[in-house]
Antibody, heavy 118, light 111 residues
Framework: EVHLVESGGGLVQPGGSLRLSCAASGFTFSGTWMSWVRQAPGKGLEWVAN????????IYVDSVKGRFTISRDNAKNSLFLQMNSLRAEDTAVYYCARDNLGGRFDHWGQGALVTVSS | DIVMTQSPDSLAVSLGERATINCQSSQSVLHSSTNKNHLAWYQQKPGQPPKLLFYWASTRESGVPDRFSGSGSGTDFTLTISSLQAEDVAVYYCQQYVGIKTFGQGTKVEI
């Protein structure tokens, strides 16, 4: 059974940094793209970034380019999101999702809440 | 980026009745390399992550009840619940995956 478990969320001041992790199990992690998708409180879904199976390609939504970095460690079945220069509008639940065969998200974690506030 | 627009924003349907949600993309999501519509539908219940219902616009994910159906092509798509059940109360999202992935704003389905 596929499991995705996020960690690392919390409260951070504007301009601060936070690193999210996602532990994956139940599938061949090194054989699939992975994504981060976020959801601001009471709002809809926004895709944030994804990364190719071997980590050689990363793609970002414009609003986080230059501030967020997605990475992975296939030896540890782990996905990461380094978030720098955080803004209030980055406040959201961040989901780790398996990015299957062209871009649909067939498995999701439970999410990690990131709150950016002074 | 492709803009996805869902209608309506919310709808109330009686138990056992049909619910229809529309999704329109600002440009075609029919990809020439696959000849498939790169369009997915998700269901999100309160406090839970989204759940994939359909991909390629009309391919039902394993375990999804057959009262749910997906249809459409190009820029216009529909998610239909043929006979609404209490457990179908949720927010439904469409998502395109032709390029930069984008979601519709969501449609809240209530009894």
């Amino acid at each position: 059974e596929v499991h995705l478990v996020e960690s690392g969320g919390g409260l951070v001041q504007p301009g601060g940094s936070l690193r999210l992790s996602c532990a994956a199990s139940g599938f061949t992690f090194s054989g699939t793209w992975m994504s981060w998708v976020r959801q601001a409180p009471g709002k809809g879904l926004e895709w944030v970034a994804n990364i190719k199976e071997d980590g050689s390609v990363q793609i970002y939504v414009d609003s986080v380019k230059g501030r967020f970095t997605i990475s992975r460690d296939n030896a540890k079945n782990s996905l990461f999101l380094q978030m720098n220069s955080l803004r209030a509008e980055d406040t959201a639940v961040y989901y780790c999702a398996r990015d299957n065969l062209g871009g649909r998200f067939d498995h999701w974690g439970q999410g990690a809440l990131v709150t950016v506030s002074s | 980026d492709i803009v996805m627009t869902q209608s309506p924003d919310s709808l109330a349907v009686s138990l056992g009745e049909r619910a229809t949600i529309n999704c329109q993309s600002s440009q075609s999501v029919l990809h020439s390399s696959t000849n498939k519509n790169h369009l997915a539908w998700y269901q999100q219940k309160p406090g839970q992550p989204p759940k994939l219902l359909f991909y390629w616009a009309s391919t039902r994910e394993s375990g999804v009840p057959d009262r749910f159906s997906g249809s459409g092509s190009g820029t216009d798509f529909t998610l239909t619940i043929s006979s609404l059940q209490a457990e179908d109360v949720a927010v439904y999202y469409c998502q395109q995956y032709v390029g930069i992935k984008t979601f519709g704003q969501g449609t809240k389905v209530e009894i």
